[in-house]
Nanobody, 125 residues
Framework: VQLQASGGGLVQAGGSLRLSCAAS????????VAWFRQAPGRDRDFVAA????????YYADSVKGRFTISRDNARITVYLQMNNLRPEDTAVYYC???????????????????WGQGTQVTVSS
């Protein structure tokens, strides 16, 4: 499964961006989908996840109240709406998916089988 992330860019602090993640040739039906991010010189960190049913949504504490993960009804695209962006949100954002992830593992990158190429988000102060 190939994932394509898009929507990154340069934005001023306080601004918004919406990232999209699409799976080529298939839907996300039955898959958990998550966003991770990696800033220069840092480890890849969990940002948000939606479980395979769509009923469980989880966020890193650093983005709660500012970011929203969602997916369309056809389960073709997963979105990450990012509001009130801060310079510390600057990173390459990756989407990832897996067919079977228990909810307690949704924040663990080792639980995911498929990764997109990443999209750069830069927030200027």
């Amino acid at each position: 499964v190939q994932l394509q992330a898009s929507g990154g860019g340069l934005v001023q602090a306080g601004g918004s961006l919406r990232l999209s993640c699409a799976a080529s040739g298939r839907t996300f039906r039955g898959h958990a989908v998550a966003w991770f991010r990696q800033a220069p010189g840092r480890d890849r960190d969990f940002v948000a996840a939606i479980d395979r049913t769509g009923g469980g949504i989880y966020y890193a504490d650093s983005v709660k109240g500012r970011f929203t993960i969602s997916r369309d009804n056809a389960r073709i695209t997963v979105y990450l709406q990012m509001n009130n962006l801060r310079p510390e949100d600057t990173a390459v954002y990756y989407c990832t998916a897996a067919p079977s992830v228990i909810n307690s593992n949704l924040a663990s990158q080792t639980a995911y089988a498929y990764w997109g190429q990443g999209t750069q988000v830069t927030v200027s102060s």
